[in-house]
C-alpha cells in the first residue's frame, strides 16, 4: 500500500487508516507523490494493487465495496 500526499503526521495517518479498515500489510510513504507521477495517476484517492513481483494488478477502487470487490476477484480468481 502507498500512502501519497500526507504531509502532515503522515505515517500516523496510514497507521490510522489500516487500523480502520483492518489492513495488515506494508504502507510505503510517498509524501511528494513521486510514485504516482511516475505512473501517470493523478488525484486521490486512488487505490493501486500491486503483486508481490511489484507489476500493478488493478488501479482505481475508490470505495470499500470496489477494494474488496477486486481483491475478492484477484485472490480467487476462480471463485
Known amino acids: 500500500m502507498?500512502?501519497?500526499w500526507e504531509h502532515l503526521k503522515a505515517q500516523e495517518e496510514?497507521?490510522?487508516?489500516?487500523?480502520i479498515?483492518?489492513?495488515q500489510c506494508p504502507v510505503l510513504l510517498d509524501?511528494?507523490?513521486?510514485?504516482m507521477t511516475r505512473?501517470?495517476?493523478h488525484g486521490v484517492p486512488i487505490n493501486i494493487v500491486v503483486?508481490?513481483?511489484g507489476?500493478?494488478?488493478?488501479?482505481g477502487m475508490t470505495t470499500p465495496d470496489e477494494?474488496?470487490?477486486?481483491?475478492?476477484?484477484?485472490?480467487l480468481p476462480f471463485g
Not at 31 to 35: D, M, Q, S
Not at 55 to 59: S, Y
Not at 67 to 74: A, Y
Open 14 to 19: 496510514a497507521q490510522h487508516f489500516c487500523s
Open 2 to 4: 502507498i500512502n501519497v
Open 67 to 75: 477494494v474488496r470487490s477486486t481483491l475478492t476477484k484477484l485472490l
Open 39 to 41: 505512473l501517470g495517476l
Open 55 to 59: 507489476i500493478v494488478q488493478a488501479v
Open 51 to 53: 503483486n508481490k513481483k
Open 31 to 35: 509524501t511528494e507523490a513521486e510514485y
Open 21 to 23: 479498515h483492518k489492513l
